[in-house]
């Protein structure tokens, strides 16, 4: 039987995905959701990933001890999330979401190009406390519907100036509150079975080697460079979202 060549091309990106993963907190499902999917149907390429992405984003979480102060800072983050991905897994599961794909992907490369121009985002204490209910049920939202809270998350605590350390720890941490809520949400809907626990425990498997990998290098990076590989990082991101966006059937 011929060897099908979409299984090499997903396995290399499934170990990037968890590399780029382990380096700056984020990026895996984005580039795993959409590889998957040329397997599996996307509904079921989205739950095989939640337990992964748990995996990765727990390790990162307890990695030099219990993130408590993240969650005295961004309590007011966590409540609105948790709604945000109620909602958008309703969506997932009712409506095509091309559209939130285009306008996700466009509020990305408006971000990394106002930071190339030099437009200094930056929010301060006092707008923090506004914000971070906003951007926690936006980002919970696009989290239920794409997979993908990355992105949103990623400009938010990237204008709060966090240190390299800091950043993908508060990720982590938000990331382990919306994919535990994104796990009840998708069973609720009956989309998480024994089929997809057998593929996503097979994923955290492939991807360790990935995932160690880049924990190790995100230790060798400084902060200039770890911000100028993650305003890289989003701009491909969002270049894929709009290609995503355009390509799908309305």
């Known amino acids: 039987m011929a060897f099908d060549l979409t299984y090499l091309f997903v396995g290399i990106a499934l170990l990037l995905a968890a590399f780029v993963k382990g380096v700056t907190g984020l990026g895996f499902p984005l580039i795993a959701t959409p590889t998957v999917a040329l397997l599996l149907d996307i509904r079921t390429a989205v739950t095989v990933l939640i337990l ?104 938010y605590f990237y204008s709060l100036k966090l240190e390299k350390r800091a950043f993908v720890k508060s990720m982590a941490t938000i990331f382990v509150t919306t994919k535990l809520t994104q796990l009840v949400a998708i069973s609720t809907w009956n989309l998480f079975n024994w089929y997809t626990l057998k593929l996503s425990v097979l994923v955290i498997l492939f991807t360790l080697v990935g995932f160690y990998a880049g924990i190790k290098a995100q230790d060798r990076i400084d902060q200039k460079n770890f911000n100028r590989g993650l305003l890289a990082l989003l701009a491909f991101v969002g270049v894929i979202l709009i290609i995503r966006a355009v390509t799908q059937d309305a």
């Open 52 to 155: 992964p992405n748990l995996f990765m984003d727990s390790a990162q979480v307890i990695r030099d001890g219990l993130p408590y102060e993240i969650f005295r800072r961004f309590k007011a983050f966590i409540a609105p999330t948790i709604v945000g991905v109620f909602l958008g897994t309703l969506v997932l599961v009712k409506t095509p979401f091309w559209i939130l794909n285009l306008f996700l992907g466009v509020m990305v490369l408006i971000f990394v190009i106002s930071n190339l121009l030099k437009l200094d985002f930056t929010v301060s204490p006092q707008q923090e406390k506004f914000l971070s209910p906003l951007f926690g049920f936006l980002s919970g939202f696009l989290n239920g519907v794409t997979n993908a809270a990355g992105p949103a998350l990623a400009i």
